[in-house]
């Protein structure tokens, strides 16, 4: 349909309220960045969900690394936007600043071509992110092995989400999804049909350009709107009915699920991932995290399961922002805080 109809049909819509969530941090950048989401009817509220990997990392995960990083001899290696993510008491990059060995990669093959040739240094990198990232990492762990590398140990915060989602829908006040379209790659869009049924929801998989978002985003409002529970593909260019099998099949030959603590839903049961059989070896403590101690006064919990938005939160923009961040959202170029602050839109 022409990308003016879909943005009329959206501007104008005056059916019954609804509550939408985009799960997707991704989303969440392309919707403010492009301006579909300023020009929505009123009657469309657009919630920001958990889809930034970084921003629902527990605070006891950035603990357990700055405590590796301090241990002599051990260095830790993450993606660059974990490094601000504040833990309980300090981020890695403050650790860092005190003299812990902490460093960061562009890809995780540059970790393990150091670790080749810093045989007599134990090397432990950050693995987070969702059903995107679990392929490379796997391919990681495998790399590991074949290479013979016994100084490289990864720290996992891994999720799936569905499991997410699940949560959410138990919680209520949400009237369908946008659902992942990076993700979705990977799971195939078929992956949260049991969900939809299960919630009696729609869950539209949707894209990233101003058209694709427009196209899901006036299938997601039809369809919540007469009450519709079901899964609809508005991707198709890339999202398959069963996903990249090839890539789900590494993910299943080196993780299996359990029991993960995500920042704002607590824990939430098979929604994480863990090394498994030969690999189990390579972990290096990553189960079991039970404390998300959230800095005094910040909110990130309550934005990323929609119950607010970034600017509800008190901190936003005075002693929260981009330069010194309190919560993850303010980190991660995904994070609902940084996005809206940055763009300066609602
Ligand atoms: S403004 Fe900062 S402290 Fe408040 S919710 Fe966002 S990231 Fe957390």
């Known amino acids: 349909m022409d990308k003016r109809l879909l943005a009329d049909y959206l501007r104008t819509y005056h059916g019954r309220p609804l509550r939408l969530m985009e799960v997707c941090g991704t989303h969440t950048a392309a919707l403010y960045r492009?301006?579909?989401?300023?020009?929505?009817s009123e009657k469309i509220t657009l919630l920001a969900g958990p889809g930034c990997p970084v921003c629902v990392t527990p605070t006891a995960?950035?603990?357990?690394?700055?405590?590796?990083?301090?241990?002599?001899?051990?260095r830790v290696l993450s993606f660059g936007d974990m490094l601000a993510v504040p833990g309980s008491t300090v981020?890695?990059?403050?650790?860092?600043?005190?003299?812990?060995?902490?460093?960061?990669?562009?890809a995780p093959e540059q970790a393990l071509a150091l670790a080749e040739r810093m045989p007599d240094t134990q090397f432990?990198?950050?693995a987070v992110g969702f059903e995107t990232t679990a392929p490379v990492w796997a391919a990681v762990a495998e790399g590991i092995l074949s290479r013979g590398l016994s100084n490289v140990r990864l720290l996992t915060a891994l999720k799936t989400m569905p499991a997410a989602m699940d949560?959410?829908?138990?919680?209520?006040?949400i009237d369908g999804f946008l659902c992942p379209g990076h993700v979705a790659v990977v799971t195939g869009a078929e992956a949260f049909r049991p969900l939809a049924e299960k919630?009696?929801?729609?869950?539209?998989?949707?894209?990233?350009?101003?058209?694709?978002?427009?196209?899901?985003?006036?299938?997601?409002?039809?369809?919540?709107?007469r009450g519709n529970a079901g899964v609809w593909n508005e991707y198709p260019a890339f999202v398959r009915a069963a996903g990249n099998e090839k890539a789900r099949s590494a993910v299943s030959r080196v993780f299996e699920a359990g029991e993960a603590l995500w920042r704002g839903l607590g824990q939430v049961p098979g929604s994480g991932l863990y090394l498994r059989g030969p690999y189990a070896a390579l972990d290096a403590g990553s189960r079991g995290l039970s404390a998300d101690r959230a800095p005094e006064g910040c909110r990130c919990g309550q934005v990323?399961?929609?119950?607010?938005?970034?600017?509800?939160?008190?901190?936003?923009?005075?002693?929260c922002t981009p330069e010194h961040p309190v919560g993850?959202?303010?980190?991660?170029?995904?994070?609902?805080?940084?996005i809206c602050l940055i763009t300066g839109k609602e």
């Open 34 to 40: 492009s301006g579909v989401r300023g020009l929505l």
């Open 61 to 74: 995960y950035i603990d357990k690394l700055v405590a590796l990083a301090r241990t002599p001899g051990v």
């Open 91 to 106: 981020s890695l990059a403050g650790a860092r600043a005190e003299g812990a060995d902490v460093d960061f990669f562009y």
């Open 124 to 126: 432990v990198l950050a």
């Open 167 to 173: 949560a959410l829908c138990g919680a209520g006040g």
């Open 199 to 225: 919630w009696k929801k729609p869950m539209v998989v949707g894209g990233f350009t101003p058209e694709l978002l427009l196209a899901a985003l006036c299938r997601l409002t039809r369809e919540a709107e």
């Open 304 to 319: 990323l399961t929609g119950a607010i938005g970034p600017r509800d939160c008190p901190l936003f923009g005075k002693a």
């Open 328 to 338: 993850a959202c303010m980190v991660s170029g995904e994070g609902a805080c940084r």
